[in-house]
């Protein structure tokens, strides 16, 4: 008898062993969730991706992380930077504001006559051909029918940007910028062995082309169209090389060094075709003190230029509105300041000025740094300012539908949709934006890869990340 109880407790003890052996093997059976293959297909995604890559997911409403990877690692940004630059401008802007070209004189109007007109740039990115057309024609209904002179004064920047390349995605920064800052050449073929025709687009300007692009029965086109310098003043490029006879025509841009000759030499062609009489033609100078502005011309609202800035991803117009920034933050257009407001705006979000390191406004440095975790921060601060929301969200391309997302798809089903922004660099893909789940949740993500093996390899896994995280 003295013994039983012993035996009853081990008996007891081992019983208890084998339950939790037996709960515990069910556990281990029990099969995963939807949500826990998802996520787990995210993290063998995230560990396919090259090792300088981030990835941050949250969720929209409660603001609370879905999946993380790398996510605080500073990285290239590419063109997703002008999602920082966007959301800066909007809040420190508004999505109403306009830049201001002024045509001023020194006297007023005497028998339509003005002794010397001046333009004083404002830095407005959408001053183009069509815009000029337009100036012109209200100088006209303003009675002026003959200028004297023209005097261009780009001063209105500390210190221009000179073009880093040829290539119209590579153009500068100017007060006084005009189309862009780049001239198109449209080439088209004629017959074989002969010279092809260019034509310039704009025909408004007529540069100095030296060199012809032969028509040749090749396959692939061999012309280049360079070495862009200046001649007594005048635009002047180089072509040389030849165009298959069978390949249609094709229109090619370049970035242009002398904006303000480029603006003053459309300008004299356009006020002759509506009727201005320029006598003595145009130079580059400042406005002087004193002088009263006879119209102002406005750029469309901000919410309009930022449409096109990440619909096409343009550089140009993300390194215009950085002096914009600047001037809003130090009373100048000064390149430095609008840089230094990029910083603060991220740091501001929580973001660690150590992980932080803005040289440009629109991605094309590879010096930029930028981690996932910081622009899906700036994503989620535009989604909660209902004052620049719509303006905001309304300038992302659409997955499928619009811009630079318009091929991608990215597989969804009806129900789930992306507006992001892309950008890409050699050895860089990235992606950012907003995602509607086939559950009508909303994420926000980011996407940076670095020492990508290819374009195409990078977007594929963006692709299959974005598709992944619409199941959720």
């Known amino acids: 008898m003295p013994r039983a109880a012993p035996r009853k407790a081990t008996r007891f003890l081992l019983l208890s062993l084998v339950l939790l052996m037996q709960s515990a093997a069910l556990l281990r059976a029990a099969p995963l969730s939807p949500s826990d293959k998802l996520l787990g297909n995210l993290e063998q995604l995230a560990r396919a991706a090259p090792a300088n890559s981030g990835i941050a997911v949250f969720d929209l409403a409660s603001g609370t992380p879905v999946f993380l990877h790398n996510a605080e690692k500073p990285l290239k940004p590419a ?48 001053l ?9 024609r209200n100088l006209g209904l303003l009675g002026v029918r003959q200028i004297d002179n023209v005097i261009l004064d780009d001063s209105g920047f500390n210190s221009g940007r000179s073009p880093v390349g040829q290539r119209a995605y590579q153009t500068g920064s100017s007060a006084l910028a005009f189309n862009h800052d780049s001239l198109g050449f449209m080439v088209c ?11 310039t687009v704009p025909p408004e300007i007529q ?5 012809r692009i032969q028509t040749s029965s090749s396959e692939a086109a061999t012309f280049t169209i360079d070495e862009l310098y200046q001649q007594g003043g005048q635009l002047a490029f180089k072509i040389g090389g030849a165009i298959p006879k069978d390949q249609e025509c094709e229109t090619f841009y370049r970035s242009v060094v002398d904006p303000v000759s480029y603006l003053g030499q459309t300008f004299r062609g356009i006020l002759k075709q509506t009727g201005v009489n320029l006598l003595s033609g145009y ?7 004193g002088a009263k502005v006879l119209y102002a011309h406005l750029s469309p609202p901000l919410s309009e230029i930022l449409k096109d800035l990440n619909h096409f991803s343009n550089n140009f117009i993300a390194e215009q509105l950085l002096y914009a920034i600047g001037a809003h933050l130090s009373g100048n257009f000064e390149r430095e300041a609008g840089l230094k407001r990029l910083e603060q705006y991220l740091i501001s979000l929580g973001v660690s000025a150590a992980s932080v390191r803005v040289v440009d406004a629109s991605g094309l440095s590879h010096s930029s740094r930028l981690s996932a975790s910081a622009v899906a921060r700036v994503l989620k601060r535009m989604a909660e300012l209902d004052s620049v ?12 539908r619009s811009g630079t997302l318009k091929r991608r798809d990215f597989g969804l089903v009806s129900g789930a949709t992306v507006r992001g922004k892309t950008g890409t660099l050699d050895g860089v893909s990235s992606l950012a934006g907003y995602l509607s ?24 896994l963006e692709n299959q990340i974005v598709k992944s995280l619409s199941d959720l």
């Open 283 to 289: 130079r580059g100078g400042k406005t002087p003190v």
């Open 128 to 136: 183009t051909v069509e815009e000029l057309w337009k100036i012109s």
């Open 189 to 199: 073929p004629t017959q074989s062995g002969r010279e092809a025709r260019v034509e």
């Open 389 to 400: 929301r719509p303006e905001f969200e309304n300038s992302l391309s659409v997955g499928g």
């Open 79 to 126: 063109s997703v930077m002008k999602v920082l630059t966007s959301a800066v401008a909007l809040e420190d802007l508004g999505p109403e504001f306009q830049f201001r070209t002024e045509f001023l004189v020194e006297a007023p109007l005497t028998s339509g006559r003005v002794q010397n007109l001046y333009v004083k740039g404002g830095g407005d990115p959408a």
């Open 207 to 211: 540069p100095r082309i030296e060199g």
């Open 437 to 460: 789940c086939t559950s009508g949740r909303k994420l926000v993500f980011a996407i940076l890869i670095n020492d990508a093996p290819s374009k195409e390899a990078a977007e594929r």
